[in-house]
């Protein structure tokens, strides 16, 4: 509830161990306010979050936030330009944005870089970050997710303000990232060419309610994204990929 508006209505969502889900929507569909109630950055006005078995609101949400590691491209605008990317992940550690607000060691300084090279990117652990790519920006703050080892990540539209190349390159390691035995991960985009090709789940979001949920496979259709978007969409899957276009609009009533 917002300003006397409800923003979110009747979501029920569980979200298993290792699995790969995709949240989608057109922008205004409550895919924000889903992501922060699920990073435990907001309370809902009414029903219950839970994560790895702890109640929000009966647990320090303090320490249940480390079991969660959230990366969006609007992250990136918080962090300082000089910081070395071993220090971007570093930090997630204690949920900073500064290494000199808590003290770490070497084996904190190891990890940050073993994270680092999990992406690809281990050689670029002293660079700062206003020298690297968009890309390997981005690669440092999916890195950062894995810091404190979370049953939970969730990706709010990483490919954002990436070229080409750049998203390419992202969802490419995004099709790899955190295994079969890894966390959990949501990957919220409002972009059909962005689903991976290893994510399983997808939940429609329209105007604040669930359209659909369930397996990719079987809620992804030509139909349920024109209704989802208020378009007459057209939808094909190939290589692995999803594409969409529409050629020409209707009312999105």
């Known amino acids: 509830m917002r300003n006397g508006r409800m923003i ?26 889903l992501i922060r109630i699920a990073s435990l950055y907001l309370h809902p006005s009414s029903g219950e979050v839970e994560v790895d078995g ?7 949400v303090r320490q249940l936030r480390k ?23 570093m930090t997630a550690k204690n949920a900073a944005l500064e290494p000199w607000w808590h003290n770490y060691d070497d084996h904190d300084r190891q990890k940050a870089v073993h ?11 002293g660079r700062s970050l206003s020298t690297l790519s968009s890309g390997e920006r981005q690669r440092v703050v ?28 992202l969802l490419h390691t995004l099709e790899h ?6 966390p959990a991960v949501v990957l919220v985009t409002h972009h059909v060419e962005e689903i991976p090709a290893n994510f399983s789940s997808l939940m429609l979001l329209r105007a604040g309610e669930v ?27 190939r290589h692995g990929r ?4 529409s050629d020409s609009t209707r009312s999105s009533s």
């Open 142 to 169: 999916l890195a950062r997710t894995l810091m404190t080892d979370p049953v939970l990540v969730l990706l709010d539209e990483p490919t954002a303000g990436l070229d080409l190349a750049g998203r390419e390159e």
């Open 115 to 125: 994270c680092l090279e999990q992406m690809g990117i281990g050689h670029l652990a």
């Open 177 to 182: 990232f955190g295994g079969a035995t890894g």
């Open 211 to 237: 359209q659909q949920s369930g397996r990719l496979d079987e809620v992804l259709t030509a139909e349920s994204l024109s209704s989802c978007f208020g378009l007459d969409v057209q939808l094909e899957h």
């Open 67 to 89: 079991k969660i590691g959230i990366a969006s491209a609007a992250m990136l605008d918080q962090l300082r330009g000089d910081l070395l990317a071993a220090d971007v992940v």
């Open 242 to 245: 999803y594409w969409a276009w």
């Open 54 to 60: 702890e109640l929000l609101g009966r647990t320090d």
């Open 8 to 33: 979110l209505r009747d979501v029920n969502w569980n979200v298993e161990h290792h699995s790969k889900w995709v949240v989608l929507g057109r922008n205004g569909s409550g895919k924000s306010s």
